[in-house]
């Protein structure tokens, strides 16, 4: 770990990226919001429960609260992240914000750009800007958010519509450029302003060489691609450049996980979410099943090598159990932030599991306000 990293800790993080590790914490912790459904619920439910734990986060002293944007997925209501943030934004008033993340190929950079600069007007110095390129759904539901002719220009242009997206968020365009009289409002063209911190998401190489290139923060997907975790990391490391933004490297991964008070509890929680995904990926999306519905469901031996193969990247048990697994997991990976996701069916599933971490890594019950 950098000087520079341990002092941002220190100092709470005052650069907008860096957290401080409370507690008995090995790094800062933050929470990745998927915002579920679950069988029986609605989607207010959902968003309810969304500022219930990004309450909790800030009391707990949690670093940042981000939702992910997924499109076309029943279980799933984080289909608008910069509607989400906003509201959140007025539930809450110290705890960081942002997209975890955004799919840039889904929308037109001035768009988000726009977007992002209401927030952080609406919530100076507590927005966060995560960027990924891939599209958060199937590619007919793509097609529908893109329009098909843009389908096949996601990988390649997606470097441009970074630069682009700066560039709006800057107010910076040089002279002759086509949208040097474009400007992104609120923002630069209207007097002194902040923007949000841009990070760059990803599960694989792209999003990390590119991140470590520009000297850019970057979080990989760990929770759903921990295969990749070390060379997506070690690829960042190695190709990071100092830049105004970082002087050093900043990963952050994203990580399933639930504590309940048994261990037996934590299994049937995460077995929802684990039967959840199975359905997904066999293109049957649907609601998060109940805990009886996932204990009770008829799973083939393939279905069931898929589920156990789900469950060994959750760490999931007793709070001392998950406290242990996430240790361990920052001392393999060297990540800079924890950003915990625990999904399952309920709820007080998962607003009980975020306490129970805090609780396990005594964390404070009202955290000072950041410096």
């Known amino acids: ?4 990293g341990d002092t941002g800790r220190r100092e709470g993080g005052r650069d907008g990226i860096r957290g401080a590790a409370l507690g008995r914490a090995p790094v800062p912790l933050s929470v990745l919001d998927l915002v579920t459904v679950g069988a029986g619920s609605t989607a207010h439910a959902a968003l309810r429960t969304s500022v219930e734990i990004a309450r909790l986060a800030e009391s707990r002293g949690y670093h940042r609260h981000w939702v992910a944007e997924h499109h076309s997925m029943p279980g799933v209501a984080s289909s608008s992240p ?5 509201h959140l934004a007025a539930h809450t008033s110290r705890i960081r914000l942002g997209s ?3 799919m840039l190929p889904n929308h037109a950079p001035l768009a988000v750009a726009e977007q992002f600069g209401t927030l952080e007007a609406l919530a100076p110095g507590r927005i966060d800007l995560g960027l990924g390129r891939a599209p958060g759904t199937d590619p007919r539901t793509a097609a529908a958010l893109r329009g098909s002719g843009r389908l096949d220009e996601a990988a390649d242009e997606f470097p441009r519509s970074l630069s682009e997206l700066i560039r709006f968020l800057d107010d910076d365009f040089p002279d002759g450029h086509p949208y040097a009289r474009v400007h992104a409002v609120p923002g630069p063209v209207q007097g002194p302003a902040g923007r949000p911190p841009i990070w760059l998401l990803g599960s694989s190489g792209f999003s990390a060489r590119l991140a470590g290139e520009l000297g850019l923060p970057f979080a990989y997907a760990h929770h759903f691609s921990a295969a990749g975790t070390l060379p997506a990391l070690d690829l960042y490391r190695q190709s990071f450049r100092p830049s105004a933004v970082l002087d050093a490297p900043y990963a952050v991964i994203g990580v399933a996980a639930l504590a309940a008070d048994t261990a037996a509890q934590a299994r049937a929680e995460v077995l929802t979410g684990a039967l959840a995904m ?4 066999s293109g049957r999306p649907g609601l998060i099943p109940t805990p009886q519905e996932a204990a009770a469901y008829p799973y083939s031996p393939l279905e069931r ?3 156990e193969g789900r469950l060994v990247d959750i760490v999931h048990g007793t709070p001392d159990e998950v406290r242990s697994g996430l240790d361990d997991l920052a001392k393999r990976t060297g990540a800079d932030e924890l950003m915990l996701t625990a999904n399952a069916h309920g709820g007080e599933a ?3 599991s975020y306490g ?3 609780d396990a890594y005594g964390l ?4 000072p306000a950041a410096g």
């Not at 910069?82 to 906003?86: D, E, G, H, M, N």
């Not at 199975?278 to 990926?281: A, I, M, N, V």
């Not at 404070?364 to 955290?367: F, L």
């Open 82 to 86: 910069a509607v989400i943030l906003a």
């Open 1 to 4: 770990m950098s000087d520079t």
């Open 350 to 352: 998962r607003l009980r």
């Open 356 to 358: 129970l971490i805090a």
């Open 305 to 307: 090598e898929f589920i």
């Open 278 to 281: 199975l359905r997904l990926r």
């Open 100 to 102: 975890g993340g955004v």
């Open 364 to 367: 404070p019950v009202e955290a």
